[in-house]
């Protein structure tokens, strides 16, 4: 792998930076499919190569979206973040992500690329308000959400239906008063 690759945005263990069809269809296709990190994330249905294409160019072109590529310092790309449905009004966005290489998970970079993210979304973009949701059972999505300054805001009953059950969706915000304060903790990280 080229770890001299494009760079959008520096983490500390990652880096983000555009989709490039030729490095990255593939692996998105493979991971958006995957049982495992589909139980979290809206996608139920099977998608073929050309589906995800398509979905991601439209991603790319939304002026509303902002679509990232995650990858460690070594150039390897693990999983996707982004903003989207961005109100330029009311300065809010949403926040979506996922680290597909389950072995991956659990080790710092979700934190690190969200982190890495937000203070982009804050401090390049000026939005003012970020919220992302999670299914009550992804505990793991709400401690690093919560890692990264969010709040619970409430959850709607009932919201989801996951493995035969209807779960709620918590509903978690961060307004950049709070990143800023966890930005600064976590900068003094090694
Ligand atoms: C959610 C996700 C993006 C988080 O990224 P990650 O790299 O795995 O998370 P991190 O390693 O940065 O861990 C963040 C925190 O989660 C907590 N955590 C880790 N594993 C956990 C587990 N199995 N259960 C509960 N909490 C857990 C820890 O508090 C950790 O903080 P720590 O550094 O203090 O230990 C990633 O796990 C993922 O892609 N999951 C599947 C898809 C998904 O859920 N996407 C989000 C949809 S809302």
């Known amino acids: ?20 069809r ?17 139980v979290y994330i ?7 190569l050309q589906q995800e294409e398509e ?9 509303k979206t902002v679509f990232l590529i995650i990858e460690t310092k070594r150039g390897i790309p693990i999983g996707v973040m982004g903003l989207h449905k961005i109100d330029w009004i009311s300065r809010t966005a949403l926040t979506g ?7 991956l998970q659990g080790v710092g970079y979700g934190t690190d690329a ?20 999670a299914i009550a059972f992804n505990r793991r999505s709400v401690a690093y959400n919560l890692k990264c300054g969010y709040h619970i805001e409430g959850r709607k009953k009932r919201q989801v239906f996951r ?8 509903l978690l915000a961060v307004f950049k ?9 976590y900068q003094k990280q090694p």
């Open 42 to 48: 809206e996608n139920v249905f099977p998608i073929t």
């Open 163 to 170: 493995s035969g059950k209807y779960w709620d969706l918590i």
């Open 22 to 38: 030729e490095k990255d269809l593939v692996n998105c296709q493979r991971w958006i499919n995957n049982p495992e990190i589909r």
């Open 114 to 133: 969200k982190m890495t993210l937000l203070n982009y979304a804050f401090n390049a973009l000026n939005l003012r308000k970020i919220n992302s949701g």
């Open 1 to 20: 792998m080229n770890a001299k690759g494009v760079i959008f945005l520096s983490g500390k263990k990652v880096n983000l930076r555009p989709y490039d």
């Open 177 to 185: 008063k709070d990143f800023l304060k966890a930005w600064k903790e």
């Open 55 to 63: 979905a991601i160019q439209r991603l790319s072109s939304d002026p």
């Open 97 to 103: 992500a996922f680290i597909g290489e389950k072995e």
